[in-house]
């Protein structure tokens, strides 16, 4: 089934074409990156498949729905979470969720065990009756996505879900988002701009840059890690153990390994063989290079 389908979709904001002939299909169940520069036209491009906003030209639907045509089957279908999450400072928690499922016609005999399920799936548990002015950035955002999830929409789009949180509210909140995918199946679009994010949770990567889709690339999960070593002098006809991708340039050596066991046993050998590392330095993951490639070159 296609949950999400765009062809040709042009935007202009005045002369300018914020959308360059954007075309893609997402299928149902996919965990989507969108990947791009600020400015690249993410938003918009959300912004019109959840029906904010309507294209210049060209073709959305969503599952099956048309976007200009069909947008309360489309909305009702759909969770969002917008750069910034409507959220209502002066209500808790718990009130704030049982406004939006109402809002959202979750009918009244399930209203109470969504509102809980939803309360307990995202991790808020302890702040439900707190209220939203008094919650961190990083609780606010998990608000925010429990009301893009409390109507069970089988699509959700999440734009830059994880910016301005911390490191540890970043993993948390990547974790959650995992979850929404494995235990309320969905699919699920993603804007961001962290190369890292895609990696670590989508399968896809659609790359978009100056409006246009530049690269559309499956994300295979790998552990391997690409490192740089600088040695102390030029080193020819090196072999090392557990290691791939390896290749020699004067004082230079390019590998891959699977863990950071592998490295240390590279660091070993190499002293053991009197060539001394100067620097290590990890290198960028294939998304990254693929991302440089395409918006950079
Ligand atoms: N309502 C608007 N009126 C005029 N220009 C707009 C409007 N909305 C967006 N734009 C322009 O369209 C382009 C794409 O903006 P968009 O918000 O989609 O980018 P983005 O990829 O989401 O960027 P960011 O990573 O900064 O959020 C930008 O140049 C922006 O200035
Ligand atoms: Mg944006």
Redesign the pocket.
Known sequence: MVAVKLENVCKY??D?K?LDNVSFEIKEGEIIGFL??????????M?IITCFMEQTSGNVSVYGFNNLTQQDEIKRIIGYLP?QPPLYPELSVEEYLYFVAQVKEVPKEKLKKRVDEVIELVGLSEKRNFLISHLSKGYKQRVGIAQAIIHEPKLLIL??PTIGLDPIQIIEVRELIKSLSTVEKRTIIL?T?ILQEVNSVCQRAII?NR?KIVNDIPIVFSDKRYYVVKVNRDVEGLSLANVSDLSVSGNFIKFSVESEKDLENVVKNLFDMGVIPIEITPISTEIEKVFVNSVYS
């Not at 791009?36 to 491009?45: D, E, M, R, S, V």
């Open positions: 904001f005045g300018f914020a791009g520069p600020n400015g690249a036209g993410k938003t918009t491009t912004r750069e734009d830059e804007s701009h978009i409006g």
